[in-house]
């Protein structure tokens, strides 16, 4: 069974860093995009980056150049370390990957999502 389990959130204050962290684990064979999305309350959720097995980023302009993904293939995690926080970055922080797994004989590619986890800034 595929899962996704995400660590490194907290309470911070504004100006501070953090750096999250998200690893795949399961009968993996492949993961093509990672990504991390936010839903801060009564919100949607939204894209905060993301970024392909080749290393390819798409990082929204409301935290570029405050935020940055990178990925270790070989471990299948995913990072992200948020400098320059701002109150406004409060919100849940989830990780997604799209996943090719074994089943037996058969391979099979689903989107995941982690729990999720709180990153908290105050001003």
């Known amino acids: 069974q595929v899962q996704l389990v995400e660590s490194g959130g907290g309470l911070v204050q504004a100006g501070g860093s953090l750096r999250l962290s998200c690893a795949a684990s399961?009968?993996?064979?492949?993961?093509?995009?990672m990504g991390w999305y936010r839903q801060a309350p009564g919100k949607q959720r939204e894209l905060v980056a993301s970024?392909?097995?080749?290393?390819?980023?798409v990082v929204p302009d409301s935290v570029k150049g405050r935020f940055t993904i990178s990925r270790d293939n070989a471990k299948n995690t995913v990072y992200l370390q948020m400098n320059s926080l701002k109150p406004e970055d409060t919100a849940v922080y989830y990780c997604?990957?799209?996943?090719?797994?074994?089943?037996?004989?058969?391979?099979?590619?689903?989107?995941?999502w982690g729990q999720g986890t709180q990153v908290t800034v105050s001003s």
């Open positions: 997604n990957a799209d996943i090719t797994y074994s089943r037996g004989a058969l391979y099979y590619t689903a989107n995941y």
């Open positions: 970024i392909t097995s080749g290393g390819r980023t």
């Open positions: 399961g009968s993996i064979s492949s993961i093509r995009t």
